[in-house]
Every structure is written in structure tokens, then in C-alpha cells.
């Protein structure tokens, strides 16, 4: 029952069918918590478009358009100020010392349909990076990036994190990670998601790490 | 040991390049090691001045013709260098291509009042054209010279941001018509304007139509009518590159368009690539760019061999890399041991290549 509704879900936001989507999710939510909805509806078809990204199955623009509008129903039922999202751990993302945001923007987007709240940077080049982090007192950073030169600069990043004894850990994603696999590694990263619900998972798991 | 054909090389680029389009074996398979950002190492400048004066780019390809033995002259500048004529900005950096700076359509209502530029008011394109015909002057016809535009359907990824635009498509059809009529009636001129000044044919950008930005169905209603429409103006051949996107869902569908080549990704398979390409078009590509950086040259041969093992028979297929650039970060001795595995097992015919291939099937 509960996986015909994901299902269902995951069809209609992939169609793109804003209507048949709010439909079930209002149905969801007169049967289940609004946190429920979000946990056991919302970020498992996320996880599922996430999962067809990754293999050639479903387009970026869908992914991008379903995590917008999920993220919109989210903010519905859990707004910013609920104390059901999850605040920890303190988190943020941004782009590193490159232009093109929508990677970021579908990772905050998919993020915040999952019910976490997170510091969205913007784009920053490292100096102004790292400063921000430590005084925010960061614990997941998510970097962002599309061009090699940006991937390589994450390194840099790390070192200065590391020599301010930040506890941070970085989590990259982006083109130049997907088609190197060993990139993360090299530049100090902490882990790499290959998509935006990599990313909820990621997050999951380092927040039980933290707790 | 597998031989390897020692045939001799008797054909030049042009000539090898044309063969292998018509879909029949040349003398060895071409190389089209699409070197943009390294002819500023040649010349120990640095980027943004590399990019200032078409003679630096004049130099700087032909001695990296020179250099890697490739088969083709690739006069491409950066993407932004389309936007400079729209309004745009253009950031340099140190050590990559240059990147887009804000975008010129702000909002959509900007697209209401969108002015098309002219090519020859601008003078980063008109730099470009200056390199297309001193290249043109120095080979004659004996090097393909390959001019490049950004599609007008990717074009707006740079003028007003993937995130709004992939919104305009979905949500204001009427909008997007009117933008995607602006962009092909600049697109068009930019191209044929590069055919004029000596291009062999025009690299038709279009990472956007990629089945890993949009779904077919939208491709067949967005994309492919833009390619269609934009394709039957160019006056010469063209390529569509993907820039390292996926394309095998809708090969017969790029083909469709009207183009000779598609520049195709890594992500996948070259061999059912070229089997979905069924001889109506050749393919460029697919050597990873990105991991290029790190490969020893045993690696860069046998990625080389992979290549031509999966696609080099009867022709059709380009050896490059699968983005449409070769990174900054991509060292010389790659380079060298690229060309060096070309011209080693490049060469038809390409005896080599079922022992190879039961070799390596064996061997997983």
C-alpha cells in the first residue's frame, strides 16, 4: 500500500503532473504525520527519480522540477520553523568558485524536501568559504561544482578546514566527480554523492554519526 | 601479442576525415584531439591573453596540429564568447576555460524584448572568424577546420540560467518560442559566418538535448524542431556534441535533424553507439576527459584501443574526447601517448580487433 503511494507519487512528479502529485500527498497526510509523509513518501520517490538519474532513466529538468515542487509541498506541511525538520547537523552548500548553480539547486531543493534545513551559500571562492564555515561552526558542508579547475579546488578547501581543526565533513558532487570516481578521494573530500538523494542519504547517515 | 597494421599513412586529415564520414575505412582512424586551452601553454601565455589576439590562436593550433598529429584545426574560444555578443560577461580563469559571468535575461519578460545580435558587431566573434581564415590560409583544404556554436536551445543555459530556463521550457511555451527564434535566426549567422571564413564545418553544441538534461518526449518537441529548423540554414556540414551527455535513446532522433556526427559521452557504450548510428551519422568521441588527467600512457593506449575496437570498423567514427575540450589539467605526455596509440592501432585495416575483443571478454 504504502509503496503503490510512493510509486504513484514518483509517476506523477516524473510526469511532471503537479496535480496528481499534491493529490496524493494530501491523501497521504490524512492517513499519516506530515513528518511521516515527508519520510516515507516524499524522500523515497526522490530516491527513486535520484536512482533513474543516475542510470540514463530520468532527465535533470525532472529531477530539478520534482525536487522544486516537492519542496513546495514540504514547506506546506513542515515550514521552515517546524521543530520536525531536522536542524542537525548544522549544514550548508554551496557552489565552489564556479557559476553554474543548478546542481545546488536541486540538491537544496531534494534536501529540503526531505525535511532538513540547511545554510544555502550561494557561490564563493575558498577563502570566503572556509571563513564562513568556521564561523557558522558548520558540520556538513556540500560543495557544489560542474567544471575540473572548481572539483580540483575543493582540496584546498579541505586543507584550510583541516588546519583550522574544523570537524567539518565535506560531501562534493558534480560532473568532474561522476566521471572520475577517485576524484573525491584525492581532494580530501569526505564523500561524494552521485545525486541529489545520494546526497539525503549521505546527510542521514552523518547526522547518526553526530548524534 | 596482437599485430598491428604497419600500413603506411597515405591519405591527409582531410582526406582521412571525409573517408571515415562516408562511412568507409581510410588510411587510419581519425584523431580529433579537440586541444583548445593548451595552445597558451605552447605559447607560455596566459589564458585570457592566449584568447585576446587571433594570431596567438593561429599559432597555437597549428603547432599543436603539429604537435599531437591530429586531424583536425578546432578555432573554438570558449562558450561565453556567444553571450559577449548578447551583453554578456566572460570570467578568465588561470587554469580552465573561460566561464559565463551573469546571465542577460534576468527574467522572462526580458525574452519579450531581446534584440538579436549582429555577428560583426562583436568583436570576440569577429576575433574568432579572423583565426577561422588565417588557419584556412596556412592549411588550404588539407586539415578540417572545425567552427563551433552553441545550439539555440542550449545557448539559454548561459543567458539566463539552466534553473530559469528549464523552467521557461516547461512553463511558458510561448516564451521559449519566442527565444528559441531569436537564438536560431543568431545562430545561423554565427554559423555560416564561420563557413565563410573558412570553417569545414560547424560543431553544433547541444548538451541540453542530452537525455541527461531532458526526457525524449520533450526533446522531440523542443530540441529536435530547433536542431531541424537551425540545421537547414547552416550552409555546411555540422556535428551535434552532446558535451559529454548521454544521446543512445535518441540517436535515430539526432539524426533525424540532419546532422553528419554526434559527439558522444563516456557514460556509454561505443559500440552500441555506433550500432545505434546505423551508418546515418559518425560518432566523435569517447575518451574520458576528465579522467584523462591522471591516465599513464599505458592507460591512454589501451583506452585508445577500446575506442576503435568498439567503433573503428568500416569507418564512421572520430577519436576524441567526449566533452568537446580536453581540460587544462590533461599534461602533454597523455596527449603524445593518445596520438602515439592512434597511429599504432588506428591503422586500417584493423586486423587486430576481434582477437583483442575475445581477449578482453576472456579476460573479464
Known amino acids: 500500500m504504502l509503496n503503490d503511494m510512493v510509486n504513484a507519487f514518483r509517476e506523477s512528479l516524473e510526469a511532471l503532473d503537479r496535480v496528481g502529485a499534491e493529490r496524493i500527498f494530501q491523501q497521504a497526510l490524512t492517513q499519516m504525520t506530515p513528518v511521516n509523509v515527508v519520510e516515507q513518501i516524499a524522500v523515497p520517490a526522490l530516491e527513486q527519480l535520484g536512482t533513474g538519474w543516475e542510470r540514463g532513466e530520468v532527465a535533470l529538468s525532472q529531477v530539478y522540477m520534482s525536487g522544486r515542487f516537492c519542496e513546495a509541498l514540504v514547506d506546506s506541511v513542515l515550514p521552515p520553523s517546524d521543530p520536525d525538520r531536522k536542524h542537525q547537523p548544522r549544514s550548508a552548500i554551496v557552489v565552489l ?4 548553480m543548478l546542481g545546488k539547486r536541486i540538491v537544496y531543493s531534494v534536501l529540503r524536501a526531505s525535511g532538513f534545513e540547511l545554510f544555502d551559500y550561494g557561490r564563493m571562492d575558498v577563502d570566503e568559504l572556509v571563513e564562513r564555515v568556521l564561523a557558522d561552526k558548520v558540520r556538513v558542508l556540500l560543495i557544489s561544482v560542474l567544471i575540473l579547475p572548481s572539483a580540483l579546488k575543493v582540496r584546498d578547501v579541505c586543507a584550510k578546514l583541516k588546519a583550522a581543526n574544523s570537524n567539518v565533513k565535506v560531501v562534493v558532487g558534480g560532473a568532474p566527480f561522476l566521471f572520475d570516481d577517485r576524484m573525491w578521494r584525492e581532494v580530501g573530500a569526505d564523500a561524494m554523492g552521485r545525486s541529489a538523494s545520494d546526497a539525503v542519504e549521505i546527510v542521514t547517515k552523518l547526522m547518526g554519526e553526530m548524534q | 601479442m596482437i599485430p598491428y597494421s604497419t600500413n603506411p599513412l597515405t591519405m591527409n586529415s582531410m582526406q582521412r576525415t571525409l573517408t571515415a564520414l562516408g562511412q568507409h575505412e581510410p588510411d587510419r582512424v581519425p584523431l580529433f584531439l579537440l586541444t583548445t586551452l593548451h595552445g597558451a601553454k605552447e605559447l607560455n601565455m596566459s589564458i585570457e591573453e592566449y584568447f ?147 570553417a569545414t564545418a560547424i560543431c553544433y553544441f547541444d548538451p541540453v538535448s542530452s537525455t541527461t538534461n531532458i526526457p525524449r518526449e520533450l526533446y522531440l518537441k523542443t ?77 591512454a593506449e589501451l583506452e585508445v584501443k577500446r575506442a576503435i575496437a568498439l567503433a573503428g570498423r568500416g569507418g564512421g567514427l572520430l577519436l576524441g574526447d567526449n566533452h568537446g575540450e580536453i581540460p587544462w589539467q590533461v599534461p602533454e605526455e597523455v596527449l603524445l601517448a593518445i596520438s602515439d596509440a592512434v597511429d599504432r592501432w588506428g591503422r586500417y585495416p584493423l586486423d587486430w580487433v576481434e582477437d583483442w575483443l575475445a581477449e578482453r571478454d576472456n579476460g573479464e
Open chain 2, 223 to 299: 530540441g529536435q524542431q530547433v536542431a531541424k529548423r537551425a540545421i537547414a540554414q547552416i550552409q555546411g556540414p555540422t556535428a551535434t556534441h552532446m558535451a559529454s551527455g548521454r544521446c543512445l535513446p535518441i540517436m535515430s532522433d539526432i539524426a533525424d535533424t540532419g546532422t553528419a556526427v554526434i559527439g558522444v559521452s563516456t557514460l556509454e557504450n561505443l559500440g552500441l553507439l555506433k550500432a545505434a548510428a546505423n551508418k546515418r551519422m559518425s560518432l566523435l568521441g569517447n575518451l574520458n576527459g576528465i579522467e584523462m588527467r591522471r591516465w599513464t600512457p599505458q592507460q
Open chain 1, 97 to 100: 568558485s564556479d557559476y553554474h
Open chain 2, 52 to 198: 585576446s589576439r587571433a594570431e596567438h590562436v593561429i599559432e597555437g593550433q597549428m603547432r599543436l596540429l603539429k604537435k599531437y598529429r591530429g586531424d583536425c584545426l578546432y578555432p573554438f574560444f570558449y562558450a561565453s564568447i556567444e553571450t559577449e555578443a548578447w551583453g554578456g560577461t566572460t570570467h578568465y580563469l588561470s587554469d580552465g576555460p573561460p566561464l559565463c559571468g551573469a546571465p542577460v535575461i534576468k527574467c522572462p519578460e526580458d525574452v519579450d524584448t531581446l534584440q538579436v545580435p549582429s555577428v560583426m558587431d562583436s568583436p570576440g566573434l569577429t576575433r574568432v572568424l579572423e583565426t577561422i581564415g588565417g588557419l584556412k590560409a596556412r592549411v588550404q583544404n588539407t586539415v578540417p577546420i572545425i567552427g563551433v556554436a552553441i545550439s539555440p536551445f542550449s545557448l539559454p543555459v548561459m543567458q539566463m540560467g539552466f534553473d530559469h530556463y528549464i523552467e521557461l521550457i516547461y512553463e511558458q511555451p510561448e516564451r521559449f518560442e519566442k527565444l528559441m527564434q531569436a537564438n536560431i535566426a543568431f545562430s545561423v549567422e554565427w554559423s555560416n559566418a564561420q563557413l565563410a571564413a573558412g
